[in-house]
Every structure is written in structure tokens, then in C-alpha cells.
């Protein structure tokens, strides 16, 4: 690459960034109290996850993503980055989010640059944008089945609290002192926007916001109905507890017997791939025989044919073992 032009498009990210700077300083922000409290209120349309870290480690953050944050805020678009990322508990602000994708995209496109040239190039800046957001969908559902499988421990601390003569108020906090972590830091966010003067159902309603569990929805809708009709929470919380024991023992076994269709899946999906990469390793030229000029009007559409059929089948094989209980 002609050295003039790195020193152009260096040039122009440094004045970029300049400028940048120069409008956060004379613009400024909001007020440090609103901001912090529209963290644990959810007031702003922008979620954010609580963590054990000192609070000034909240502050330090580029301007750069400062200013990208509130422009940004308020958009349908940054409300389902934000609240993705606080389902995954990453760490991430929307714009830091964004920037992430756009790396991992360059990174990827010059990696296959290097090993293979332009094709490969934009095949791994396809593959790269969209890394972080399975990365994202994955640490969703982990932490989704963990909060799930922790739910039956939690509702029995809250069911003896209870009747131990515990508040609920009470009894929420001590699930965020005595139990693990996903549900620990979840009930933690509840207690502290209790206190913050929000009323119980709308923070019980923040927490199903985040953490997207049918199990958590009948635990929530109980909660609230006992509030406004009265009755026995620890014995209703009781019978919702055994419920969703059993529920998770029928996932378990139904996970048992799909394993062997889901690792099916996943093999015969990878196999075309893994034989195309053995094959490139072996003969280049046979594999190369697609991009060129002579043949790629019908090399790439067969690729492409092949690629999606590839996914519809993995697709489809995941749906069906995919059981609703």
C-alpha cells in the first residue's frame, strides 16, 4: 500500500478525533446524579449492568464513546444493543459495542487478506461483523440457563425468609447476599431500585426486562397478584418453587435424549466446511478454480447455493430438537 495514503487516513482519524474531543469539552454532559441514577432506574432507555468495581471505574470512559452514547440514546437501535448486552452481562456500552464489531470485521478481512486475498477478505470481514453479536447471543443463553437453574434455590431462601418473618423486602436482600451469582446481582439491581423510592412491581418488572425466563414471569405475576389480592406468598412461592423443579429435571432428560440429534447437526454442518479448508490446504488451485475470472459466474453461486443450504439444514435440524415444555 502507497505510504501516502496511511499517512492520509491516519491524518484524517487524528483530526476526526480532535474534533471530536474539541465538542465534548465545549458541550459537556448531563448531570453526574441523573446519569448514575438512570443506571439502576432504567429511566433513560439505557441498561446497564451492576458490578462489585468502584464506582469512579464507572467515569472512565473515552469521550469518543461519550459522545457516540448520547447521540445514540433513546434510539430503538442502542435500547436493543443496551439491553442485550445487559442479558449477556457484558460489559459494554452501545457505542463500545459497535466499535468491537467494526474491529473484529478489519481484523478478520486483513487476516484473509494475508492468507488468501481479496475473496477470503471479504469473507472474513462477513464473518467478523457478526462474531461479537454471536458471542453476545451465546452468553445470553448461558446466563439465562443459569439464573433458571438457580430460580428453585432462590425461591425456597425467599419461602423460609418468609416465614421466618422476613419482608419480601428482606427476603430479596438476602438472596443477594447469600446466593450466586447471576441471580445475586439481578435481586441486587431490585433491592437498590427499591430503595432508590421505585415501587416493587415496576423494579420486579425491570428484572423481567433483563432476564427473559418464563419461570421468572410466574414468580413475578404471583408476586404482584399477592400484592394487590392478598394471600399466602411463602406457600405460593412454595408449590412455584417445586414447579419449576420439576420443569428444569424434564429439560435435563429432554437435553439427554436430543444430544445425539444436536452434535448431528453441528458435524454434518461443519463437515463441507472442514472438507473445502482440507482441500485449499492440499491443492489450492483446485479450490481456486471457483474465483476465477474464467469460471466464478458460476463457481460463487454454487458456493453460495451450498452455504445456504448448509445453514437451512442446521436450521431446521435445531428446530426439531428444539422442544417447548
Known sequence: MDPTIILFVGGGLALLLLVVGLVMSFVGGGSVVEERLGRYAETGGMVTTLSDEPADSEDRTSPLSDFLNKLGEGTDLFS???????????????????????????????????????????????????????????????????????????????????????????????????????????????????????????????????????????????????????????????????????????KGEIASLTAQGRATAWVISAMPLALVGLLFAVNPDYIMQFFNPETRSCGIPMIGGAGLMVVVGFLITQKIVDIDI
Open 80 to 250: 436493543n444493543i443496551s439491553s442485550n448486552l445487559a442479558q449477556a452481562d457484558v460489559k459494554l456500552r452501545p457505542a463500545e459495542y459497535m466499535a468491537a464489531r467494526v474491529l473484529t470485521m478489519f481484523g478478520a478481512a486483513i487476516v484473509g487478506f494475508v492468507l488468501s486475498g481479496a475473496i477470503f477478505a471479504i469473507v472474513g470481514a462477513i464473518i467478523g461483523f457478526f462474531i461479537p453479536p454471536i458471542y453476545v447471543s451465546r452468553a445470553k443463553k448461558s446466563r439465562l440457563k443459569a439464573f433458571d437453574n438457580q430460580l428453585s434455590d432462590m425461591l425456597n431462601l425467599i419461602v423460609n425468609g418468609l416465614r421466618a418473618g422476613f419482608s419480601t423486602l428482606q427476603a430479596m436482600e438476602a438472596v443477594s447476599h447469600e446466593m450466586p451469582s447471576p441471580i445475586s446481582d439481578e435481586f441486587r439491581r431490585v433491592v437498590q431500585e427499591m430503595q432508590l423510592g421505585i415501587t416493587m412491581e415496576e423494579a420486579l418488572e425491570h428484572l423481567l426486562r433483563r432476564i427473559n425466563s418464563d419461570d421468572l414471569d410466574l414468580v413475578v405475576t404471583a408476586m404482584n397478584v399477592q400484592r394487590e389480592v392478598g394471600g399466602n406468598l411463602a406457600e405460593i412461592l412454595d408449590v412455584i418453587s417445586f414447579t419449576i423443579r420439576e420443569r428444569v429435571r424434564i
